[in-house]
């Protein structure tokens, strides 16, 4: 088998058994089986055994024990890169621009789901929003998720389906977040979501812009309830927009449709910023690096010469020539070697030749797409009947 082969079999049966864990939950409230877990403790530390029991541990930890690699490795994999400062900066505003255009596309996607005569889910009134609360909320609803729903997504699925393609790995990502939602409610927007921080944490080669695009996504969703709680008047924009599309809904579906397109214009403005300086600092690190390994080369070279005492003359031209000749096989050792890449990412460069997906692969892949897919479906169905 492959190390490509191997990377997608090992991805899956991580990610395969926090599908099973996913469905079984909801299955069990859907009977009310987890009703015990309806308090406030309750609900938060189920919360906490998914998000960092499952997400975040078995995507790391134990795939880290199959591909038989180091935590410091898998952490490479997976992306945990630091950032510079404008770059959190860049992270932040994108995240505030996705939770405005999210709010618009969901608002699309809701009234297709009304016209089918789907009725959405609305939980309890709160009887009181302390501040305390606040934070409560804004640790298991934004840190949490943007740190372990991104390690399973962004850093394991991203990462180990790599083989399929750059887009096929972005694709089956964003696919398997938005449907481990499993309602239809979220799995539209979520999907969405994952295509576009998939694609930032390629481009940037690290997890962390996604991490915080996902946390400010969550986190202006649960100042927006705290506001609309305590008339703070944060969301009055939204529900002037709403009152808006009320009354005059072609006006209203006119107006939104030019501020999704200005909003995509912002968001590929700072996407082309972020990236920019992502490709510096990958380029000043490497050049550092290369030129250490060509100093060390030529070092080496001088010495060896002299060891012979043939009184050759050293060529730094030959040298050059010689060195640029096996850029990319000296980039790849430098890379390891200088901890700016993993051995996973070392090995997966090293297994060439044409790449088939086997059959146990596909059933993997198959079987995860049809839990998540039929429980999002019923989703549909139970909010029709």
């Given at each position: 088998m492959s190390y490509r082969n191997k990377l997608i079999r090992v991805t899956m049966l991580c990610y395969l058994p926090i599908v099973v864990m996913f469905a079984t939950i909801r299955m069990l409230s859907a009977f009310g089986v987890l009703d015990f877990l309806k308090n406030d403790i309750g609900s938060y530390l189920l919360n906490l055994i998914v998000q960092v029991g499952l997400l975040f541990c078995v995507s790391f930890f134990l795939f880290g024990r199959l591909i038989k690699s180091s935590n410091k490795?898998?952490?490479?994999?997976?992306?945990?890169?630091?950032?510079?400062?404008?770059?959190?900066?860049?992270?932040?505003?994108?995240?505030?621009?996705?939770?405005?255009?999210?709010?618009?596309?969901?608002?699309?996607?809701?009234?297709?789901?009304?016209?089918?005569?789907?009725?959405?889910?609305?939980?309890?009134?709160?009887?009181?929003?302390?501040?305390?609360?606040?934070?409560?909320?804004?640790?298991?609803?934004?840190?949490?998720?943007?740190?372990?729903?991104?390690?399973?997504?962004?850093?394991?699925?991203?990462?180990?389906?790599?083989?399929?393609?750059?887009?096929?790995s972005i694709f089956f990502s964003a696919l398997f977040f938005g449907l481990l939602h499993l309602n239809i409610e979220q799995a539209f927007y979520a999907t969405l979501i994952g295509m576009l921080v998939g694609y930032i944490?390629?481009?940037?080669?690290?997890?962390?812009?996604?991490?915080?695009?996902?946390?400010?996504?969550?986190?202006?969703?649960?100042?927006?309830?705290?506001?609309?709680?305590?008339?703070?008047?944060?969301?009055?924009?939204?529900?002037?927009?709403?009152?808006?599309?009320?009354?005059?809904?072609?006006?209203?579906?006119l107006f939104m449709v030019l501020l999704i397109a200005v909003l995509f214009i912002?968001?590929?403005?700072?996407?082309?910023?972020?990236?920019?300086?992502?490709?510096?600092?990958?380029?000043?690190?490497?050049?550092?690096?290369?030129?250490?390994?060509?100093?060390?080369?030529?070092?080496?070279?001088?010495?060896?010469?002299?060891?012979?005492?043939?009184g050759e003359e050293f060529s730094e031209n030959n040298l050059r020539e010689e060195f640029f000749e096996k850029f990319d096989e000296k980039y790849s050792e430098?890379?390891?070697?200088?901890?700016?890449?993993?051995?996973?990412?070392?090995?997966?460069?090293?297994?060439?030749?044409?790449?088939?997906?086997?059959?146990i692969n596909k059933v993997l892949i198959y079987t995860t797409f049809i839990i998540v897919g039929v429980i999002t479906i019923f989703s549909f169905i139970w909010g029709i009947l």
């Open positions: 490795n898998v952490a490479k994999f997976f992306g945990f890169k630091k950032i510079k400062f404008n770059q959190v900066c860049l992270s932040i505003v994108i995240g505030i621009v996705v939770y405005i255009l999210n709010v618009l596309i969901t608002t699309f996607f809701n009234a297709f789901l009304t016209a089918f005569g789907y009725h959405f889910s609305s939980g309890s009134p709160m009887k009181s929003y302390p501040f305390w609360l606040l934070i409560v909320e804004l640790i298991f609803t934004a840190v949490l998720p943007a740190v372990c729903e991104e390690t399973a997504h962004r850093g394991l699925l991203l990462k180990g389906l790599s083989p399929l393609g750059l887009w096929g944490a390629l481009g940037c080669e690290s997890i962390f812009p996604a991490m915080i695009i996902h946390f400010m996504n969550n986190a202006i969703s649960v100042f927006m309830g705290y506001s609309s709680f305590h008339g703070l008047g944060l969301n009055k924009g939204f529900v002037i927009l709403d009152a808006w599309l009320s009354n005059s809904p072609i006006l209203g579906m912002v968001l590929k403005f700072l996407l082309k910023r972020l990236f920019r300086q992502s490709a510096f600092d990958k380029m000043n690190t490497m050049q550092r690096a290369m030129i250490e390994q060509y100093e060390r080369e030529k070092y080496l070279k001088e010495v060896e010469l002299l060891s012979r005492g043939n430098r890379a390891l070697k200088s901890g700016l890449q993993s051995d996973i990412s070392h090995k997966l460069q090293q297994d060439e030749g044409e790449f088939k997906l086997d059959k």
